[in-house]
């Protein structure tokens, strides 16, 4: 019993007989006020807006009921009535209500006469009451509602016709509280009671009273250890209509120990149901008020082992170690409000580091002005394991995949989540995020963002992250992806359901190599098919990214920025060379990519570029594109299809402009290209760098399934006075082809000239003009058909290399593709006209036919050189004077020329066949007359097969022939014979002013040789050679004049013997055979017959060395008794019979110019020799009579001044 809480002042003590139903009345009361005090705190807060007042039994007499006994009898004054086995059973049903096993009451019977009921003492040992309650919720007692039975209980507790005034003290021992549903609940129906001891101190409806009490719950399946609770108070008294009575205000603390979440469902099924939440709770409530309307309150929650179990939220249990919640509340009339705090610790059992904290603020009273804020921070923690604890199934899928799939690793450092709104709107997290009702704002660092399976992800990220309104606000971000970085970002990223609206601020420093290399271009999206072309592109650039717009999958509906780029380089084998030092900006957006100005080298070439490519995302981007580029030769040659251009080269750069606009399907192709500094092979020449030389081309580049092609508009081809325009159409794919169509309006000759040849110094008005068409494959030049026709005219043609000009020059080019035919040739040299005719045949294999026919034409002023006949004296002095050590003259060998060009000089695969008749041809000095020339030239041959002139009166026929087969060695074979030629005209023509040799000439040979250079060739000589001279004079000749000196000519000349100084030496006829072996030229009947003397000569002449070892033999027609007395060396001489001096023996041997001659004594010479010559002195010379073929002209001619010097 409690003494610490009398009974007010004034209470009444009147007492009076109570009857038997009175006793169950009363201890119902009592069972109702432990109810009340049990009740108090938790169902206040649950159902504030239900008035708590004292209760009545108004109809509690007509209550079926019933008792097992009752006791009376007096107790110090009082009246003591016991009753036992009382029950009462719930209106209307046999369920009992209240049950009393023993109940002791103490009455003041004294005041039970004036309708007062005053106890002094009430005690219930171990009491059962019930509570009922009904599908709606509502719970009954005695078959009232216990919110209508309270409410009422301020007017006043009547039994009967007694008023309970007061009970001092009251007491319930052992008591039981049992709650019984009386529907099937939505939660399995698990009974539910209360063990509950209770003392009550002055209980009046009029006065304060405090009580105080503790139990336990109990309920079927509930782990230990029980829930306990323990209750203070003191209570106020409040009038009838709940406005307060200016009394003490209510004092009550509530205390609940180890209580469970999940018992709420069984306490209001309902009220918000938590299977979800298990875990332990201990509660302290405390309430000061005078009503209901008007109080103050605080308390405190400590959950331990808390576990939210909702698979409509989490994927999995969320754990939380401990949660503390702590809380201060007031209401006045219509106005709440609470404020508390809360604090978190770790997550169990896992011991996840999360510490939780935070306040909330709670106003209003009803559902339509409840509000509530709410702050919570958390201390660092790791993303990845807090992964399993968000709460996945509120969240959109924007928002899920976003902090799911596409961020990993790092930490969150800071978090802090902010709530404002109704308590039923923020706990739909989604809606309450995108109606801005929560916000949250967090640091992180070391993330990594995976925005898309093709691309590198983000990593390192580190910034911060506002979440309001239902959109992400970034700001401060860095990070790294490869090896560029994410220098500073800023933007927003709205999250909803189907879409997450970007606008997102990124500056970036790239390495554009390493980075490229982590994407996945194969799997690329169609929208960003184009990214391909960037594969293989290195460098580093300064990039400025805005995203923005719907996320349409992994990529935003947006996006545009500017790079600056800086060391680009583009492999070679994207391109036909690479692209290196690459700079400049690009900006982008989501239509358009464009630079104004980058720059760089292709190959070593600098260029710059302004380009523009809209709808890149689109199958058929639309390209506008201007590139400007000086370009080294070897680059230029890298840019051009092969076969273009062949043998370019330029010591200067030259200026290429290119424009492309259109379609990748058909591009507009506009080219402007100099070519002046360059030199390249033309018409069989080369291009000088001299020459002014401009390309232009416009076309309509086309790609289709099946072709690809240009279609050319314009194509200028101009130097500085000539032109060459056309248009057609050149094929790439399939199958390459050329189709043109060219007008010529003006080119001239000087200028093909030097375009073709390089020949500078041509001038004059000769031009071509007219049209032709080329048709064929363009990678095989051989193969393309040329057909049209050119007209030549000019009236002067000036060349440097000639003295005259050509006039009056006329002539018609034709072709029909397979035949290319010069007609009509005119022109005029020095006044005598001249005709040309020739064709060119393609097929079956390529030849050239032509013919020359003119009157007269003058080699030697025709020709600006040297004079000829200087040369030829040079020529003959230097044979003449040589000596052996001399060093030979310097030159290209002609065999191995001749060799290489039949072999690689493309203009002989095709056969060269030609006719060439003059009238008169001058040529160092020699009037040839009638001259008739013919030969070919072609499969590895070069043949003259005539070669035929007259000179003076006689006449000259040659023929040669040489092959050189791609395997084996060359030969050379060539033929002459030379008819009555007059050899002192021919000297003298050649500058040679003193006579030297007088005569008529005859020659006649064959010779044949094999080998690579032109020693080889005389070194492998075979063949035979005949001369004759008839009826001349020998004025000088070295040899000869030495071998009259040895035998005293001074004496013989005094003895009538010629002068070879002064008159010459007369001679009859000079006569020799010679046969050719391996390059030496042997004869054995090389004779001269004179009428003062006979000469015969044995020996070799070394054809390649240009020696010669000889025995001479000579006879003096003297008697000996003038000339042996003479002779200084008569041992050398042969005396005939007839006493006649027949022969003087003498060793020519040396240089063939200056060889040195000797006496050779006849003891020293064979019988053969002395034979030979003998019978060479005694024997006429025959001569053969055909005409073999000769050789080449260089060789004949080293030959020929051989000839000369004999």
């Known amino acids: 019993m409690n003494h610490e809480n009398p009974l007010p002042e004034g209470a009444s003590q009147k007492t009076g007989l109570k009857k038997r139903r009175v006793s169950w009345v009363g201890g119902g009361i009592i069972l109702l006020f432990a109810l009340s005090a049990l009740g108090v705190g938790y169902w206040f807060w649950i159902s504030g807006h239900q008035t708590i007042a004292s209760s009545q039994l108004g109809r509690a007499l007509g209550t079926q009921s019933k008792v097992g006994e009752i006791t009376f009898g007096l107790k110090e004054g009082h009246l003591a009535l016991t009753l036992t086995d009382v029950s009462l059973y719930a209106p209307g049903s046999q369920e009992k209500a209240i049950v009393v096993p023993q109940a002791s009451l103490e009455l003041e019977p004294l005041k039970l006469t004036g309708g007062q009921l005053h106890l002094k003492r009430a005690i219930f040992q171990r009491p059962i009451i019930r509570l009922f309650r009904d599908r709606s919720g509502e719970v009954r007692l005695l078959g009232s509602p216990l919110s209508e039975f309270l409410r009422k209980a301020g007017k006043g507790w009547k039994i009967g016709p007694f008023s309970l005034e007061t009970i001092q003290e009251l007491e319930i021992k052992e ?59 003191r209570l106020g008294l409040t009038s009838a209509d709940g406005h307060p009575s200016g009394l003490s205000p209510a004092q009550i603390e509530l205390t609940l120990k180890d209580f469970r979440p999940e018992l709420v469902r069984d306490l209001f099924p ?295 780029l800086s060391e680009g380089e583009f492999p070679q084998d994207r391109l036909p060379l690479p692209l290196s030092q690459l700079h400049g900006p690009v900006s982008f957006d989501t239509q358009v990519i464009q630079t104004p100005a980058l720059q760089g080298m292709v190959g070593s070439s600098p260029f710059s570029l302004r380009a523009t490519v809209a709808d890149y995302q689109q199958p058929l981007p639309k390209i506008d594109l201007v590139l ?52 390249y092979s033309a018409f069989g020449g080369e291009k000088p760098p001299t020459l002014s030389n401009r390309l232009f081309l416009e076309g309509l580049w086309k790609r289709g399934e099946e072709e690809q092609r240009l279609d050319i508009q314009t194509l200028v081809f101009s130097l500085p006075s000539s032109q060459v325009r056309g248009e057609g159409r050149i094929r790439l794919q399939p199958h390459p082809y050329l189709q043109l169509s060219l007008q010529v309006p003006r080119f001239g000759l000087p200028e093909l000239a030097q375009f073709a040849w390089g020949k500078e110094g041509w001038s004059g008005d000769a031009h071509l003009s007219g049209a032709f068409r080329l048709d064929g494959p363009w990678e095989e030049p051989g193969k393309i058909q040329i057909s049209g026709q050119l007209e030549l005219r000019g009236k002067e043609l000036n060349i440097p290399q000639l003295a005259a000009p050509l006039e009056q020059l006329k002539a018609s080019l034709s072709s029909n593709g397979e035949r290319v035919s010069l007609r009509s040739g005119q022109l005029q040299l020095s006044g005598s006209p001249f005709n040309i005719t020739g064709e060119f045949l393609r097929s079956p294999q390529p030849e050239v036919r032509f013919q020359l026919v003119g009157t007269e034409l003058n080699l030697d002023q025709l020709l600006r050189k040297a004079p000829p006949q200087e040369e030829a004296l040079k020529g003959l002095e230097g044979l003449s004077r040589a000596r052996p050590e001399d060093p030979p003259e310097p030159g290209v060998d002609l065999i191995g020329f001749l060799s290489r060009q039949l072999k690689e000089n493309p203009i002989f695969h095709a056969r060269w ?49 040489f092959r050189s087969p791609y395997e084996g060695r060359p030969m050379l074979k060539f033929a002459i014979q030379a008819v009555d030629l007059d050899t002192q005209a021919a000297l003298r023509r050649l500058g040679l002013q003193e006579n030297l040799l007088s005569s008529s000439f005859y020659l006649e040979g064959t010779l044949t040789g094999m080998g690579e250079t032109e020693d080889q060739i005389l070194n492998s000589l075979e063949g035979k050679a005949s001369l004759e001279l008839k009826k001349g004079r020998i004025h000088r000749f070295s040899w000869l004049s030495r071998i009259f000196s040895l035998m005293n000519l001074y004496q013989l000349v005094q003895a009538r013997l010629p002068d070879l100084t002064s008159e010459g030496m007369p001679f009859d006829w000079i006569r020799g055979d010679f046969t050719v072996k391996k390059g030496v030229a042997h004869t054995e009947n090389f004779l001269l017959q004179s009428t003062a003397m006979s000469m015969s000569a044995v020996g070799d002449l070394f054809l390649r060395k240009g020696t010669l070892k000889m025995i001479v033999g000579v006879q003096p027609f003297q008697t000996l008794e003038k000339v042996v007395g003479l002779v200084p060396f008569v041992g050398y001489i042969l005396i005939g019979k007839d006493k006649k001096l027949v022969v003087a023996y003498f060793q020519v041997k040396g240089k063939i110019g200056d060889p040195a001659v000797a006496p050779r004594p006849i003891h020293t010479l064979s019988k053969g020799i002395l034979g030979i010559v003998e019978r060479t002195i005694r024997l006429p010379m025959e001569l053969p009579h055909q005409i073999p073929i000769i050789g080449k002209e260089s060789f004949w001619k080293r030959i020929y001044r051989w000839i000369k010097v004999w």
């Open 175 to 233: 008591g039981r509280i049992e709650l019984v549903d009386h529907f099937a609940s939505r939660h399995p129906p698990y009974p539910i009671s209360a063990a509950v001891d209770l003392t009550a101190v002055g209980l009046s409806p009029v006065n304060p009273w405090s009580f105080q009490g503790k139990g336990r719950l109990l309920k079927n399946g509930l782990d230990e250890p029980l829930p306990t609770f323990r209750v203070v108070g």
């Open 270 to 564: 309902s009220g918000p149901s938590w299977p979800q939440v298990r875990g332990l709770m201990d509660l302290t409530v405390r309430y000061v008020g005078k009503s209901i309307q008007e109080f103050q309150s605080s308390g405190r929650v400590d959950l331990s082992s808390l576990v939210l179990d909702d698979s409509r939220i989490f994927r999995e249990p969320f754990h939380l170690s401990h949660l503390f919640l702590s809380y201060e509340g007031q209401r006045h009339g219509d106005r709440l409000s609470v404020k508390g705090a809360l604090e978190g610790k770790g997550l169990a059992p896992e011991g996840f580091p999360l510490n939780l904290q935070g306040g909330f603020t709670l106003r209003g009273l009803s559902l339509k002005q409840r509000s509530l804020e709410v702050e919570l921070s958390s201390s660092p923690f790791s993303l990845e394991e807090s992964k399993r604890y968000l709460p996945w199934k509120v969240m959109s899928p924007g928002l899920a995949g976003f902090l799911g799939a596409e961020l990993s690793k790092g930490r969150i450092v800071s978090l802090e989540v902010k709530g404002s709104g109704r308590p039923e709107d923020l706990s739909h997290v989604e809606r309450a995020i995108n109606a801005g009702l929560l916000s949250a704002q967090l640091t992180f660092e070391d993330l990594t963002y995976r925005f898309s399976p093709h691309f590198p992800p983000a990593q390192d990220l580190r910034g911060s992250v506002l979440l309001e309104k239902g959109r992400f606000s970034f700001s401060d971000l860095q990070g790294t992806s490869r090896s560029s970085r994410l220098m500073e970002g800023k933007g927003t990223l709205a999250l909803s359901a189907h879409h997450s609206p970007l606008d997102l601020d990124l500056k970036v420093r790239l390495n554009l190599g390493e980075y490229l290399s982590d994407i996945n271009f194969n799997s690329l999206p169609p929208r960003f098919h184009s990214l391909k072309q960037l594969k293989g592109l290195k460098g580093k650039g300064e990039l400025d990214l805005l995203l923005g717009g719907i996320i349409e999958g992994d990529y935003p509906e947006s996006f545009q920025g500017k790079m600056s």
């Open 628 to 679: 400007k580029a000086s370009l080294a030769a070897r680059d230029l040659k890298g840019l051009l299809p092969a076969g273009l251009l062949v043998g370019l080269a330029s010591a200067k750069p030259l200026d290429l402009r290119l424009s492309l606009q259109g379609t990748s399907e058909e591009l507009k192709v506009r080219q402007e290209l100099n070519l002046s500094p360059a030199s």
């Open 913 to 961: 066949e030609g006719k060439i008749d003059l009238g008169t041809l001058t040529f160092r000095s020699f009037p040839l007359q009638g001259v008739r020339i013919a030969g070919s030239a072609g499969s590895q041959q070069l043949e003259l097969s005539d070669l035929a002139f007259r000179l003076d009166q006689g006449r000259v026929q040659l023929k040669t022939l």
